[in-house]
């Protein structure tokens, strides 16, 4: 007997393979216009500060791709479930991915966005792109939107959490301040009534009672540098408001809106929040990210499954 074959797309950001694509990548987010010479420095120091040569963050995504399709098939063999990538900003972007299961033979498909909490500007944009790509090729597809409390995600939160606090040897963790954090998005999606910061607070939430935490808040980070206002406020402003306000001594950040070792961890958080926090005299750590932590594969797997059976039932 043959098995049901499910494609299943796995969507997110994209990151440059190389130094010498920091460009074109760049300009593709910012929707065809090319940065500044200015601009273009900043953003290659940023990624030789933290890649020294060497290039792992798409290596970081394409594993996750991989170990997603292994739990897949492990946990439910009764579905022949083959994964394919689709990234918003570099290669192979969203549309790329769907053509390329319709070139495999894919007549149905689940997408997966590898970020928890919906926005209408994040996860909602890639769905779109999808979607559209799909009608136009008479591919059926459906969407999981988001999974931001789901047990075995918490599960892996907390673990990371409890871990990090271990850090802090010479103080009661009562003393450490913990800080959740994601990406910042325009505050227009405020009005839009966008679910994306409550969901965001209800994982918090969800992780700090799990620990019995009390002594915990919620800041935004790496903001885009536009025009237009973004949500606050940002973690740099909080961490030094908090040592000067609070005499907040010891901070553990919890980037909960990432799942993966990328700029926005490994530069925004490792190097430019460590180094303020070095300079106020403030002993900053951060949990560690999800990646491909089994936990986090089994999440993706269960929201998948739980999509597919859904849509099985509808049709």
């Not at 490994?266 to 190097?271: A, Q």
Request: aromatic content about 8%; glycine content about 6%; some cysteine.
């Amino acid at each position: 007997m043959v098995n049901r074959r499910v494609g299943v797309l796995v969507m997110s950001y994209g990151t440059p393979e190389s130094l010498d694509q920091i460009e074109a990548y760049y300009t593709h987010i910012r929707r065809g216009n090319p940065p500044s010479a200015e601009q273009l420095h900043e953003l290659k120091a940023r990624y030789e500060a933290i890649v020294g040569g060497f290039f792992p963050l798409r290596e970081n995504t394409n594993k996750q791709v991989k170990g997603l399709e292994e739990t897949l098939r492990r946990e439910h063999s009764e579905v022949d479930f083959v994964c394919y990538q689709g990234l918003k900003h570099a290669q192979p972007y969203v549309e790329d991915g769907v053509e390329q299961m319709v070139k495999d033979g894919i007549t149905e498909a689940i997408g997966v966005v590898l970020a928890p909490h919906y926005s209408t500007m994040s996860v909602g944009g890639y769905v779109k792109r999808a979607k559209d790509k799909a009608n136009e090729l008479g591919l059926k597809i459906d969407f999981v939107l988001d999974y931001h409390l789901h047990p075995k995600l918490l599960d892996a939160l907390c673990i990371r959490v409890e871990k990090a606090l271990e850090k802090f040897t010479d103080v009661n963790r009562d003393e450490v301040r913990i800080m959740f954090t994601a990406h910042s998005l325009p505050e227009k999606i405020l009005e839009m009534k966008d679910p994306y910061p409550e969901q965001l607070l209800a994982t918090s939430k969800a992780i700090a009672e799990r620990l019995g935490l009390t002594n915990w808040q919620f800041g935004w980070q790496s903001a885009g540098q536009t025009a237009m206002p973004w949500l606050g406020p940002d973690i740099l402003d909080v961490i030094q408001t908090i040592h000067k306000e609070e005499a907040v001594k010891n901070v553990l950040l919890c980037p909960i809106g990432f799942v993966s070792d990328h700029l926005e961890v490994l530069y925004d958080i490792d190097i430019e929040a460590q180094s303020l926090a070095k300079e106020l005299g403030v002993h900053l750590e951060r949990t560690e990210s999800l990646n491909t932590d089994p936990l986090y594969m089994e999440t993706l797997s269960d929201v998948v499954f739980t999509k597919l059976e859904a849509e099985t039932r509808l049709s």
